[in-house]
């Protein structure tokens, strides 16, 4: 068994629901990767330039890979997926983040774990405490202390979680 890690998918380009589930499969295809499960799908507007709505989903996996190549992993399933990186914030077919990397801090000029902003994103942590009571957030936070009003405004629930491959 390896260590557990939990990664934020997004998309707001294309089949957006088929986007989510292919980047799963890619994910769990992934030697060293071991799909857990998946939150709820969620529809959220989006941060940034004007664009269409995202779907969001975190999901959970148990992995032998190193932070970094679990990142790197993410970043493969990007590109199969042809993401373009071309307006910070802009549309995307999807987007893989590594949120949380077991009880693991890391601070490096690619990679900083827990994620730097996902405390302040309802897109990340609705679908993140479905899954994880009280994950670890930047800065030793705690999610139970983070105020949730006005969440069902931007995060609304869309579909069941996405399959486990």
Do not use: C, K
């Amino acid at each position: 068994m390896g260590e557990r890690a939990f990664l934020g998918l997004g998309t707001n380009l294309g089949d957006r629901l088929a986007n989510l589930q292919l980047a799963v499969e890619l994910l769990a295809a992934t030697p060293g990767i071991r799909f857990v499960r998946s939150s709820r799908i969620y529809e959220t507007a989006p941060v940034g330039p004007p664009q269409p709505d995202f779907l969001n989903a975190v999901v959970e996996v148990d992995t032998d890979l190193e932070p970094h190549d679990l990142l790197a992993a993410g970043a493969a399933v990007e590109r199969e997926l042809h993401r373009v990186r071309d307006v910070h914030w802009g549309p995307r077919t999807i987007d893989v983040d590594l949120l949380v990397f077991d009880e693991r801090t890391i601070d490096t000029p690619d990679l900083v774990v827990p994620h730097p902003r996902m405390h302040e994103r309802a897109f990340v942590l609705a679908p993140l405490l479905e899954l994880e009571d009280d994950p670890p957030l930047p800065g030793g936070r705690h999610a139970r202390d983070l105020p949730t009003d006005g969440w069902s405004d931007d995060v609304r629930p869309f579909a069941p979680p996405l399959r486990v491959p």
